[in-house]
């Protein structure tokens, strides 16, 4: 009776300390180091002199005054210009055919597509060098053998070479816009046309790729914005051509003598076109998207093609024949070669440049090596920033939160040419010096590829519903209890997936690498890279082949998580 009369006692548990706030601006203060200092030192660096580092804007004055500067930005404006060109009408052509008609062969078109795009165009390059060299090019060879000609009409070392290798692979841009643009659009007004004795080729021309004109323009600007930033095949086939582009000329401001502050400001330009045409860009995707009244959930009948399925088959296999099969067969031949010149003819076969590459060479081996650490650790570094910076933003719980979301998609519009600037003007100097350590590399791979990660566990996060979130809350669960227990294993398949779609293209990058790395923290691309510029093309085809077969790898693995079309898209924003 006492214990009744004193009534319900309370219990007040001590308050723990939350973490919360401070795990989120240690998010934000990473992005910050990560994103926006770089691009802030690009800048200052611009208006500051290479000889005595005043105030100064003769840098801007030299850069665009002078025509030995003013030429590689015309060539980077051709090239990606008939890049786009190529481009864009191949990919249509191949998204409307796999996506819109009964042709044959419909899944082997989109592997071989989605093969392309993970494959490096300057891998692309350096095999097309095999094949389409102007004296030792093996085609050049077998048509002077068989017309008896003083030589072949192919020579890959120039500007049409350039723009041959990079459109064959930025199609893959167009036929993944394309591709979802055609998901979202019925058949109906197809068949009425039809009904009405229109042809196939009449009905695709007048009504379905009229209704998706905003993806394919969005693929035109996006193959525009690659072909602009591309580093690799324009070293690989102009810098020996004595041609140069915008990319090629900020490589050569930083031999000797290095001038890394004339580059800043040679780079500007650069940047400020590719965030112009990527906002242009984003801007038809939000507000282009055509349909029709039946609306998404509307049937789609593919296009009866009749005698014209075989053909049209046939034709859909040229471009990866020139992207894929060619280029790997010439860089399979050149490794087991022991001289390329010879082709792989009995008594010049070999497999001393993969045994060179696995066992006999400590600078290969430690490439390879590092490679696959860098860019794990980069992958984990863009991953873990990637779901804490979504969370963040999504649950706005912090003020200026979609800031943070901005600053992590940042990247996507950066070369990685100019990015690499950046780190260079940032991280090169006190009061943090990274350049020579291999976190200089592993940084600079998790910022550029952050976009990727970012935007697969974002989607992902609007996705999952707030009531189990908000039920941990009200039991007492701290934000970073509820984000552990809760919200994370739900996102995991998408985690794990968005670091591997991170880890493929750290694995294979090379236009950031190549001015930031030094010889004790050399990656495979960078050794492909110098290896290339000496001559030795059997050992980089042997790089490049075991490059590619690590890269395949974990494509079949990150395939099954989103399938070919949607990491394209994941790639390409």
């Known amino acids: 009776m006492r214990e009744a009369a004193l009534g319900p006692v309370v219990v007040r548990r001590p308050r723990r300390f939350d973490l919360s706030a401070g795990v989120w601006l240690g998010a934000a203060a990473v992005l910050l180091f990560l994103v926006v200092v770089p691009l802030v030192w690009i800048l200052i660096a611009s208006v500051h002199a290479d000889a005595d580092n005043r105030l100064t804007l003769a840098n801007y004055v030299e850069a665009f005054s002078r025509a030995i500067y003013l030429t590689p930005i015309r060539n980077s404006l051709v090239l990606a210009s008939f890049v786009a060109l190529i481009a864009v009408p191949c990919g249509t052509l191949l998204a409307w055919a796999v996506g819109r008609t009964d042709m044959p062969g419909r899944p082997l078109v989109s592997a071989l597509i989605f093969a392309a795009f993970v494959t490096p165009p300057f891998l692309g390059a350096t095999a097309w060098i095999f094949l389409a060299a102007p004296n030792s090019g093996w085609l050049n060879r077998a048509w002077v053998a068989l017309t008896g000609a003083a030589h072949g009409p192919l020579n890959i070392y120039s500007l049409a070479g350039a723009i041959f290798v990079i459109a064959m692979y930025s199609y893959p841009y167009t036929f993944a816009f394309v591709s979802s643009g055609l998901e979202l659009v019925p058949s109906d007004l197809e068949r009425s046309a039809a009904m009405l004795g229109a042809g196939w080729p009449r009905v695709a021309w007048r009504i379905t790729l009229p209704l998706v004109r905003p993806a394919i323009i969005a693929g035109a600007l996006l193959s525009f914005l690659e072909a602009i930033a591309e580093f690799g095949t324009p070293a690989f086939l102009l810098i020996p051509a004595r041609q140069q582009v915008v990319t090629t000329q900020l490589y050569l401001f930083f031999q000797f003598p290095n001038r890394p502050n004339l580059a800043a400001a040679y780079a500007i330009p650069l940047l400020a076109v590719t965030v112009a045409l990527f906002a242009v860009q984003q ?13 998404k959930g509307g049937v789609r009948v593919p296009v009866r093609l009749g005698r014209w399925r075989w053909p049209l088959f046939g034709f859909c296999l040229v471009p ?24 792989p003819v009995p008594g010049n076969l070999t497999l001393q440049w993969y045994r060179w590459a696995l066992v006999d060479n400590l600078a290969a081996r430690q490439a390879i090596g590092h490679s696959v650490l860098y860019a794990a650790a980069a992958a984990t570094i863009a991953t873990v920033l990637a779901v804490f910076t979504a969370y963040v933003a999504a649950r706005r719980l912090v003020p200026g939160a979609r800031l943070l979301a901005f600053a ?31 976190w200089m590399l592993i940084v600079a791979f998790a910022t550029r590829f952050l976009p990727i990660a970012f935007s697969g566990v974002d989607a992902a996060l609007r996705g999952v519903d707030l009531e189990l979130e908000n039920a941990a809350r009200t039991l007492g669960a701290s934000r970073l209890v509820t984000l552990a227990r ?23 990058e090379l236009s950031s690498a190549v001015f930031l790395f030094t ?40 395939y099954r998580f989103f399938g070919g079309t949607a990491l394209v898209q994941r790639r390409g924003g």
């Open 486 to 508: 809760i919200t994370l294993p739900m996102l995991r398949r998408s985690i794990l997936a968005g670091w591997l779609v991170a880890f493929i293209p750290s694995l294979r």
């Open 283 to 295: 801007r038809l995707l939000r507000r282009g998207r055509f349909t029709t009244v039946a609306g």
């Open 519 to 558: 010889p004790a923290t050399a990656v495979i691309t960078t050794l492909i890279f110098d290896l290339s510029d000496a001559g030795n093309f059997e050992p980089v085809s042997a790089l490049g082949v075991i490059m590619m077969g690590l890269t395949f790898a974990l494509v079949a693995v990150a």
């Open 408 to 438: 992590a998609m940042a990247p996507f519009v950066v070369p990685g040419i100019v990015l690499a600037i950046g780190f260079f003007a940032a991280y090169a100097r006190p009061p943090l010096v990274l350049y020579g350590t291999a």
């Open 320 to 343: 990866p024949l020139f992207s894929l099969a060619l280029p790997y067969g010439a860089l399979v031949a050149t490794s087991l070669s022991r001289a390329w010149g010879r082709g």
